[in-house]
């Protein structure tokens, strides 16, 4: 039953009454057609005076009365405003029903269907504590004692109703900031991969190109063109940080870090530029640190990476200084005689997108993200930083990250880096892989450095395989026919099989990652394979080995490893894989299409044809973001290039 509104308005607030007397009902019924419109009419009066916008949005008279004669059929009625997305704001609650449930086990019911309904008890006897009461149904409910006062009802309905509202309303708007946060998310992260893939290009075929017989003017454009598409790769990554750090959603990597290593690597980055800028660029920390620290140690160079770029950013004439110590932790700072900061240019330092002044912008560029990343992350890791500064004189930033000392050397990390470059390990691997000539490929790398292989097809294939005898590393490439390598990895892992599995993979984005995580791989390494991070990884799972005669010179690169047979066997799947991509084009399987694509994706830089990889990636992205747009004239590009290897 729902009583009628003035003007035909719909109900802003549904009501229901659970009672087991009919007079009962007939009651609240009055109370809502006399002393509520009543009542109503008076307040909408008082608020005539605000103006008319007012008066129609209080919206105070919209109320629906409903009724219910047992708890049971109370609870079906309000499963059914849900169902309806209707929910009832109030509920007037008969504490004693002597038939079926009572009003405190009817409130249990409600609760586990509803939360956030707000419950009015009305009883004449108090049959439970509130502490009882509180315990089975949480805090959202009134009492109201028998005869019930229609003002007192009035009143509290009001109040309890524009709870609920308000309650809704946030929910409304933490859902919706929600989904803005997630849409943010999803648009950075389809924008890195956008802005990555052009720029990885534009930087690797400018390091080519600097290598190729120049001129000295040529190797000039060449080096600037490489070094703004590293500025702009630099500011994706800074963009990516930030969102994430906004967003609580960034994780910092604790893991063994040698700083001996950290300092030479900055050393050789900076070195060169202070030589081109003629500025003094000293490091001052001790001889040698003995031991390793615990820690992120590629997010502490970022911010040395930062202050220090910044320092040679803003320094015309003078020098930079890095020095370095141990307290407790980590210290370093970086000192310039640079251009200065005022003290009011040092209170807003550290906020984003701010930097000293638009002069400053103009005359030094940048996007003023990197001192604001820098504080975040040793805000994540425990540490701080300070700054002094006197205009036109230079600046001062000091750091220092709480690292604890690690037990391991760091001589011998470095001496253990340097054994599992030199080419020997004794173990079983399963590599499973679908392209043949990746297989040979793999199966060479693993072979020359002592390793026992087997190779699988598919994931059908590597499932059984792994089942049929122990291996100490799996290695599975993640797309394949039949049983895909995620499936695979999901399937050993829930019959028990314990052995680490690397996912083999050129899908390295996050959303990827977290997919391998799930599934239960160990690690990843990425297509096209590199042999540093492969020997590491068999460093981890397979036992080391003195290196013997026949070992790999510390300078030999997966290309070595191609030789005429395998390349013509390259050429070979080529042809085949070219006419695969042509018939499924001219049918418009785009599935067909990407299969092809993802296969020539993984095996083109590897083979010497980086234009494949390229492509492939091209074609597998657009048609995984279902923009067939660009697919056509990539095919075709694709489909030519293919052409070309014979």
């Known amino acids: 039953m729902m009583s009628q509104l003035k003007g035909g308005q719909e109900p802003q607030w549904a009501i229901l009454a659970i009672d087991d007397e009919i007079a009962v009902h007939e009651t609240f019924q009055a109370f809502f057609e006399n002393q509520f419109d009543s009542a109503l009419d008076d307040l909408s009066d008082l608020l005539g005076d605000l103006g008319e916008e007012q008066e129609s949005d209080s919206g105070y008279s919209q109320f629906s009365l409903d009724h219910a004669m047992s708890g049971e059929e109370g609870l079906e009625k309000i499963k059914d405003a849900q169902a309806a997305e209707n929910p009832y704001a109030v509920i007037y609650l008969d504490m004693r029903m002597p038939a079926g449930w009572d009003g405190l086990e009817t409130a249990e019911h409600i609760r586990e269907v509803d939360p956030d309904v707000r419950i009015i008890l009305i009883t004449a006897y108090m049959d439970f504590s509130l502490t009882e009461i509180r315990k089975k149904i949480g805090v959202n409910f009134e009492f109201l004692s028998r005869p019930v006062d229609a003002n007192e009802l009035l009143q509290l309905t009001l109040s309890l109703a524009t709870q609920w509202s308000q309650s809704k309303a946030l929910e409304v708007a933490l859902e919706q900031a929600e989904a803005a946060s997630k849409a943010k998310d999803d648009f950075l992260a389809s924008m890195s991969h956008e802005l990555r893939t052009p720029l990885t290009s534009i930087i690797g075929n400018s390091e080519i190109m600097i290598d190729t017989l120049l001129s000295d003017e040529q190797k000039q454009l060449m080096s600037s063109i490489e070094i703004s598409g590293r500025g702009l790769l630099a500011l994706v990554n800074d963009i990516l940080d930030l969102s994430k750090i906004e967003a609580g959603k960034f994780e910092l990597e604790w893991s063994d870090f040698d700083l001996n290593v950290l300092i030479n690597e900055i050393e050789q980055t900076f070195s060169s530029q202070a030589q081109n800028s003629e500025l003094q660029f000293r490091i001052k920390k001790e001889p040698f640190f003995e031991y390793q620290f615990v820690g992120d140690g590629r997010r502490l160079g970022q911010v040395m ?47 984003p997108f701010e930097q000293a002044d638009q002069s400053i912008s103009r005359r030094f560029g940048g996007t003023g993200l990197g001192l604001h990343i820098s504080r975040s992350l040793l805000g994540l890791m425990g540490g701080e930083i300070s700054v002094e500064s006197i205009e036109w004189q230079g600046s001062k930033f000091e750091v220092f990250v709480p690292c604890t000392q690690s037990k391991t050397k760091a001589a011998e990390h470095e001496s253990e880096v340097a054994q599992l470059m030199a080419s020997h390990f004794r173990g079983k691997v399963l590599v499973a892989e679908d392209t043949e000539e990746l297989q040979i490929l793999v199966r060479r790398l693993l072979e020359r450095v002592g390793a026992e292989v087997a190779v699988a097809n598919n994931g059908n294939e590597a499932v059984a395989l792994a089942l049929a005898e122990p291996y100490d590393l799996i290695l599975m490439d993640m797309q394949m026919p039949e049983m895909d390598g995620i499936e695979a990895t999901g399937l050993l892992r829930q019959v028990g099989c314990d052995t680490p599995i690397v996912a083999l993979t050129a899908n390295v984005m996050e959303q990827h990652r977290t997919q391998f995580e799930q599934a239960g791989c160990s690690e990843f390494l990425s297509k096209p394979i590199d042999r540093e991070a492969l020997m590491s990884v068999l460093g981890r799972y397979l036992e080391p080995l003195e290196s013997e005669g026949g070992a790999v010179e510390d300078d030999a690169v997966v290309s070595d490893f191609v030789d005429d047979e395998l390349l013509q066997l390259f050429v070979e799947r080529t042809a085949v894989q070219r006419e695969a991509l042509l018939a499924a084009y001219s049918k418009q399987d785009w599935a067909g299409v990407r299969t092809t694509a993802h296969t020539v994706k993984g095996s083109g830089t590897t083979f010497g044809f980086p234009e494949l990889t390229r492509l492939g990636k091209e074609i597998c992205d657009a048609i995984d973001h279902q923009n067939l747009e660009p697919v056509p004239d990539l095919v075709q590009e694709m489909y030519k290039k293919m052409q070309e290897i014979k």
């Open 305 to 351: 990476l930062n202050l220090l770029s910044n320092a040679f950013k803003f320094t015309e004439k003078g020098g930079v200084t890095l020095e370095v110590w141990v307290d407790q932790g980590i210290h370093f700072s970086v000192e310039d005689s640079g251009v200065g900061m005022s003290a009011e240019i040092l209170e807003c330092l550290f906020q």
